[in-house]
């Protein structure tokens, strides 16, 4: 008996602490928000970085929601961006299509979010049944496979919209056009195969934004912190110990890797719906690798890490233009350093000195508590 | 030793960090003051022309990945003929300030470098040189009233419900149609295959009309083969197939590096039919590491040929080879004459570059509809008000690693 208040008292103290990182990721998120938003209404912002807000956005979604699987799950994920691809789409179909019976941008851009997430969720679903059984890098390869199937499904879709409804045709063997939709003259294509969505309306906006940014902290933070979310990282550790204790493996998973595709799914609407032309080439292998490497350098299971790895890492390009032909050169050599610098255990060492005493008795604490 | 060796690497990382920073950060402060003069119309003209004032044309394309060829091609054709421009006084006595972006052919990073040149300062935009990117450009352009003329972006989507874009090259579907004509004409009866890459928008347009415009020609499509762009490494099926098909002419509407294995894995099995190209072709004699006796007797439909006689292109190709060291292809091409239908235009309507980007988008809207134009690539180029340039496409061979007009071949 007396050890279970102890072990209360101890969680209790453990969850103030991990409130407080929680709390302070939002706040940070909400500070840097109002702050780029003054900024931007201000007028004091470069359109180059104003242009960069809502897909800085996206990639954070990407990167935290892909936290969830590769960091919190702890199964590697090559194919994030074929459920980035699904809810661009379906997103992009969703908010063209309702352009005549809902007026407003913002609600069509929220349904369109919702769809884009519920597809993903869906497509999630289907990938994460048969897949989830998989372990390490077979899981890995089949995700990959996953994303390529994404994109050549994609490219042989061909969807517009009249005032008879959505008109769908797959496109297998390259023999039919736009004009097989057979639309009135009113209707819109909304995707022409190859050339993928063109001619969006380019809806989306960084408040938009930033909200899809704070529910996917809220829905994963909380998950992560949930009965939940500790059954989870207890597979992640040790599958055979917590599937001894009476842990579902096989729920947990596709509870992380479902919630992870959807929010994938919302992050690819708002970005799809950022751009007047996205073709399916875009979520290509590379832009999986992509959220990998936000994810990576972030730290895995670091949500924090996560968002200014994805903001820092999007920005950079950009921000090196001035180095002309040698652009993504130095870009490459500063991800090199910055991964050799974040694992250097003398460099975080030495940064983390000030905050030593803290960090004693935070360790201390998990000892005693596996006494 | 480790911890000194962990401090300077962090140190080193910071110093790109901030280099980094400082650079993005100083065209934005510099051109500060220029800014307000562009968003407030009525006072711009009022602004006197400050010393050394020059227009701010901006340039976008691939420099960098896979499509690298175009994008630089374009770049300097259009520095060369920015610097004729500005040796010869200028337009209007005003200089040239040309800066060109990478956006390596992704309509993201191609939107960020059209942001990045609008914050310095750009008044009218060459490019983007490839398809898709263009796609995403062309509605902001559209927004922000800049004029943009691309020089390469062949799709009818980029021009389509946007009165301030406009296209230097052929269309898509003109291309697949002139493609289909020609060889209707000069080789009629042909049994023609056709291999495209179907996740491409360029690539599946001009297959789409050359197909469509088969039916009319005396030409029988007897095989259609696909790929993918990640898949462009092995040809060897659909030339088996087209082979055994009885083709006599293959249809190539692709860019050129899949080409390239096309043309070494037909030679490797011994079949030869006539490839026809477009201009994603161009691009293929200056391929490194090519044999060009593989691609002898490729025929390309392009309005550029470097080995015509005439004046300015003998004086085009002489500066291109002297400063590049290759020769000019269709694009290099292409880059210089938008430099120098802009010049005409904004000589036709007296443009200042204290004008803002607004002013010089309409009146180049009005000189580019009314109009004709000179240039390299064709003489008596004409635009209409829906952005597509009428002018003759022309069939060349590549013959001992160049280009030369189907005649001159004999």
Same mark, same amino acid.
Request: net charge negative.
């Given at each position: 008996m007396g050890k279970m208040i102890k072990l209360g008292k101890k969680r209790s103290v453990n969850l103030t602490k991990t409130r407080v990182v929680d709390f302070s990721t939002y706040l940070g998120v909400v500070l840097a928000f109002l702050i780029v938003d003054a900024m931007l209404r201000g007028g004091m912002l470069s359109r180059s970085f104003s242009g960069q807000l809502i897909p800085i956005c996206c990639y954070i979604v990407m990167a935290v929601s892909l936290n969830l699987t +590769?960091?919190? #799950?702890g199964e590697l994920s090559l194919g994030h961006a074929g459920f980035m691809s699904v809810g661009a789409f379906s997103g992009i179909v969703a908010a063209m299509s309702l352009q005549g019976s809902i007026p407003s941008e913002p609600a069509r851009l929220a349904i369109a979010l919702v769809v884009g997430a519920a597809c993903a969720a869906v497509a999630g679903v289907i990938v994460g049944v048969? +897949? #989830?059984?998989l372990r390490g890098d077979y899981l890995a390869i089949v995700t990959l496979a996953f994303g390529e199937i994404i994109k050549e499904l994609i490219n042989c879709l061909i969807i517009g919209h009249d005032e008879n409804g959505l008109h769908v045709i797959f496109n297998f063997n390259s023999s039919k056009t736009v004009s097989d939709l057979g639309l009135t003259e009113n209707g819109i294509e909304i995707i022409k195969g190859a050339q993928g969505a063109t001619g969006t309306q380019m809806i989306s906006t960084f408040t938009a934004g930033f909200i899809l940014v704070m529910i996917t902290l809220v829905v994963v933070l909380n998950l992560v912190r949930s009965r939940s979310g500790r059954a989870i990282m207890a597979i992640r550790d040790n599958r055979i110990a917590a599937e001894s204790v009476g842990i579902n493996a096989t729920k947990y998973k596709m509870m992380a890797f479902v919630t992870s595709a959807a929010l994938a799914g919302a992050a690819g609407a708002l970005y799809g719906l950022n751009f007047s032309n996205l073709t399916s080439a875009k979520f290509n292998f590379n832009t999986s690798i992509l959220v990998l490497v936000f994810v990576v350098l972030g730290g895995l299971g670091n949500i924090w890490g996560s968002i200014i790895a994805a903001t820092v890492l999007t920005i950079l390009p950009e921000a090196l233009r001035g180095f002309d032909d040698y652009r993504m050169l130095i870009y490459a050599i500063v991800l090199i350093l910055v991964m050799l610098a974040t694992n250097n255990s003398r460099l975080k060492a030495l940064l983390a000195r000030p905050f030593a005493s803290l960090r004693a008795r935070a360790a201390a604490r998990p000892g005693k508590e596996a006494q | 030793m480790k911890k000194f060796f962990s401090l300077a690497m962090a140190l080193l990382m910071c110093v790109c960090l901030m280099a980094g920073c400082g650079q993005s950060e100083e065209p934005a402060e510099a051109d500060n003051p220029s800014e307000p003069a562009e968003s407030s119309e009525p006072s711009g003209g009022d602004e006197p022309a400050a010393e050394g004032a020059a227009f701010k044309f901006g340039g976008v394309g691939p420099l960098t990945g896979e499509n690298a060829i175009y994008g630089n091609a374009v770049r300097n054709g259009a520095q060369i003929a920015v610097d004729e421009i500005n040796e010869a006084g200028g337009i209007n006595g005003y200089q040239v300030d040309f800066s060109f972006e990478d956006d390596v052919s992704d309509g993201e990073s191609s939107v960020n470098a059209y942001n990045n040149l609008m914050d310095s300062g750009m008044q009218v935009l060459v490019g983007p040189v490839t398809t898709g990117p263009a796609l995403s450009v062309s509605t902001l352009v559209n927004q922000d009233r800049v004029f943009m003329l691309t020089p390469s972006a062949s799709s009818l989507d980029v021009v389509t419900g946007k009165d301030n874009v406009f296209q230097l090259c052929f269309t898509d579907p003109n291309q697949g149609m002139g493609s289909a004509t020609y060889i209707g004409t000069n080789m009629p009866g042909s049994k023609v295959a056709v291999i495209y890459r179907n996740d491409d928008i360029y690539s599946t347009g001009i297959r789409d009309t050359f197909v469509a415009e088969c039916e009319n020609q005396d030409l029988e499509i007897v095989y259609e083969g696909t790929f993918t762009g990640e898949g462009a490494s092995d040809f060897s099926v659909q030339l088996t197939d087209a082979q055994s098909a009885g083709a006599d002419v293959v249809f190539l509407p692709i860019y050129y590096q899949p080409a390239s294995i096309i043309f070494a894995q037909a030679d490797a099995m011994g079949y030869e039919p006539t490839f026809f190209g477009v201009d994603g072709m161009d691009g293929i004699l200056t391929l490194k590491n090519f044999d060009m006796s593989l691609a002898e007797g490729v025929m390309v439909l392009t309005p550029? /040929? @470097? *080995? @015509? =006689? *005439?004046e300015r292109t003998v004086n085009f190709v002489t500066k291109y080879s002297e400063q590049f060291g290759e020769t000019p292809n269709q694009f290099a091409a292409d880059g210089y004459d938008c430099i120098y239908a802009l010049k005409q235009a904004m000589e036709n309507a007296g443009c =200042?570059? *204290?004008? /803002?980007a607004e002013d010089i988008c309409d009146a180049m809207i009005e000189q580019f509809t009314t109009m004709s134009f000179d240039g390299l690539t064709g003489s008596g180029l004409t635009w209409g008000t829906d952005g597509t340039v009428s002018k003759m496409p022309m069939a060349v061979v590549i013959h001992d690693g160049a280009y030369v007009s189907v005649e001159n071949a004999g």
């Open positions: +590769v960091g919190i #799950l048969p +897949v #989830l059984r | 550029f /040929s @470097a *080995d @015509a =006689t *005439d =200042t570059p *204290d004008m /803002s």
